[in-house]
């Protein structure tokens, strides 16, 4: 067989039929949540909640409780994104795409520090002999749990976190065999790209789709 299709389907070959099946909802939905955000479409919190819900059970079944950790939040940050992007005041939204101040990038960092913390002691409790690759995973926890919130409260900088989290997760997973979702943070990698592109050219818009 080809080493390509090795490489992806190898690591199924003796994985419950189920979690497969569940992965690939994931996948799907995974995809759609993030061409919804890159439009400022509303539409990204329902799908992504698909996929976030799924991604957590998948982890948990895992073991790898720093991804786990990640997805529950995205689930939680997802119900508020969800109301937030929804507010108006006078049929306008009252969220708008904007930069961060230094109040926010402070905040942002706060969290970023905070969830690399939160996510070891995670590790430790339950007792997860951490090796590298679990280092880097709680680096990316950090970066992906501050661009969520940037996200939630429509801000640009949040593309930059997730471009950045995204290259380093793509051969994270591949390492740890799961070709569908490295391929997964392939195509997050240039959605995030576009996204970047497509907020900053509609930068203060009163206007944007909610």
Known sequence: MNPIFDFFLEPYYNRPGYLIVLEAIAFFFGIASVVYA???NILVYPTGLVATVITVYIFLKDELMGDMMMNFYYSVMSIYGWWNWSRKKEDTY????????????????GMFILTMVVTYIVYRAYGTEINSSNYIDIFTSG?????MWFMANK?????????LADIITV?????????????????????????????KKNLNNPGTSG
Request: net charge positive; no cysteine.
């Open 155 to 163: 801000k640009l900088e949040n593309w930059t976190l997730w471009i």
């Open 38 to 40: 890159k439009k400022a």
């Open 94 to 109: 009252v969220v708008p795409i904007s930069r961060t101040n230094t109040k926010e990038k402070i905040i942002g960092f």
């Open 171 to 199: 051969p994270l997973y591949a390492y740890r065999g799961w070709g569908m979702l490295s391929l997964q943070y392939l195509i997050f990698t240039v959605l995030a790209i576009q996204g970047y592109l497509a907020w």
């Open 143 to 147: 970066v992906f749990f501050t661009a």
